[in-house]
């Protein structure tokens, strides 16, 4: 069985557990590690877990909202950490004292339960993944953290049963919105995050018989509303707004059986 559970997702930190197997075989991946090591425990402990229960950290990406308590976790509980050549060279960490790992575009990851395909991603990050993850039977797509949609982006979403997709910010509220011209700009750009249409038209492309569910994910406080996003990709997969789940940046989601 695979599931997920997002422990908390928008510019203020994100984390996502995926667990596979059953019984005393079990793999729990880790998926960013965007908060401070004492609210992460919390977060971990709400969704039935201890921080020792995890076998490996995936970070996508350097940007702080991803990274948080990362260090800390690790060499606390001795978790392997897995991320690019990139993201390792512009945190500017040691080896992580024998903990990194390295993550690459197509490169199969084997966690035993859990097999993991990162693939690159347009982000303003120095060698920016996501990745699909897997227990042989089914298939979660991650993406969140980019400013468009490649055709290699695509490709790798097309056989997901479940999707836990970036709808950062509605184009007109980021236009309104506080944010300074330069942020603007970067937000909005092709290396930045996805509109909630950019969004749908992802869902629309990558859509087939086995996706069974959408969940939104890094939606902006300022910059967009769960309504919107659930409107966007409701109307993209032909489904009512209720079928989308939102992974909101207090509480996640509940676990998701994919």
């Known amino acids: 069985m695979l599931k997920f559970r997002s422990l908390g997702s928008g510019s203020s930190g994100n984390a996502t557990v995926v667990e596979a197997g059953r019984g005393s075989k079990v793999t729990r991946l880790f998926i960013a590690c965007g908060f401070s090591l004492k609210h992460l425990d919390a977060r971990l402990g709400a969704a039935g877990l201890t921080a020792n ?10 940007h702080g909202d991803h990274i948080g308590c990362v260090r800390q976790l690790a060499l606390r509980e001795r978790i392997p950490v897995w991320m690019s050549r990139g993201t390792h060279a ?27 395909m990162p693939f690159t991603v347009p982000h303003d990050a120095r060698e920016p993944l996501q990745l699909t993850c897997s227990d042989g039977q089914s298939r979660l797509g991650v993406l969140t953290d980019l400013g468009h949609a490649t055709a290699h982006v695509l490709a790798h979403l097309g056989q997901c049963q479940t999707l836990l997709l970036e709808c950062n910010h ?26 909630n ?25 300022q910059n967009n509303r769960p ?5 966007a990709l409701a109307e993209a997969l032909g489904c009512d707004t ?7 940046a207090q509480h996640g989601t509940p676990w998701i059986e994919v």
Request: proline share 3%.
């Open 242 to 248: 209720v079928a989308i789940d939102i992974a909101d």
């Open 170 to 195: 509605d184009p007109d509220l980021l236009a309104a919105s506080s944010y300074p011209a330069f942020l603007k700009k970067r937000v909005g750009g092709l290396h930045g995050h996805l509109a």
């Open 197 to 221: 249409a950019d969004a749908a038209a992802i869902a629309r492309a990558v859509r087939h018989p086995g996706l069974q569910r959408v969940v939104a994910a890094h939606l902006s406080k």
């Open 53 to 62: 229960q995890l076998d490996a950290v995936f970070i996508t990406h350097e």
């Open 90 to 116: 512009a945190l500017g960490e040691s080896e992580l004292d024998g903990l990194f790992q390295t993550a690459s575009d197509g490169q199969a990851i084997d966690l035993g339960e859990l097999q993991l």
């Open 227 to 231: 309504a919107l996003a659930r409107t």
